[in-house]
């Protein structure tokens, strides 16, 4: 973690918060490409609540 402008950044919160945007956006696109339904990811239980919204929000 360093400091530039005032503002710390920790290389290991943002390797994460992109690899978990990019999983975002991979179940995204099999939503819009059907080739999983939305109540399959409630099912398979390997999302948070908050996750489900965030990819049925980028799907409708």
Known sequence: MFNTFGFEYDEKEEREALLEAGRLNAVS?????????LEVLKASGLYSPEELTAVASRYN
């Open 29 to 37: 696109e099999l939503l819009y490409n059907g080739l999983i339904t």
